[in-house]
């Protein structure tokens, strides 16, 4: 299929694909609803804690119920359908990754268990495991020199 536009067509559908945002909506929401994630992990922390457990395996509780909590929602479709009015609230760092290494497994798992969940379940997520790794060696050795 060849499609062939003018510039002036092109620049139509630039503009109206990229048409602005209302921030004094989205900003709040965002806002609102990173800090309701915050809260519940604050939450969560201050639960595990009344049950007796360290600061440190409270911590790991926490992350580890955060993590079921997004993916699961993720499997449900319940996650995106809260990123939509969210928008960067939802990228709160453990519930966004859970979500990312989540969103395409289920999306290629028909293509089976090597070409389809192997291949492609860190697609979204592997960008920002090898630049996290390579960020914190580069911090590392910068911290080792100069301190």
Known sequence: MDINLSK?????????A?????WWVTIPKAFIIGGLI?????????LYSSFGLSEKNA???????????????????LYDRLAKHAGAGTLVPI???????????IEFKTE????G????IFIISGPVILY????????GIIYYVFF
């Open 38 to 46: 915050c809260m519940l992990g604050e939450g969560l922390l201050n």
């Open 117 to 120: 969940l192997g291949a492609k």
């Open 8 to 16: 002036t067509q092109y620049s139509e559908m630039y503009k109206e």
């Open 95 to 105: 519930t966004g990754f859970a979500n990312s290494v989540v969103a395409p497994a």
């Open 18 to 22: 990229s048409k602005g945002t209302k």
């Open 59 to 77: 911590g790991m509780a926490t992350s580890i119920t955060l993590v079921f909590l997004s993916a699961l929602l993720t499997a449900f479709g």
């Open 132 to 139: 996290g790794i390579l960020a914190s060696v580069v911090y």
């Open 112 to 115: 089976g268990f090597v070409l």
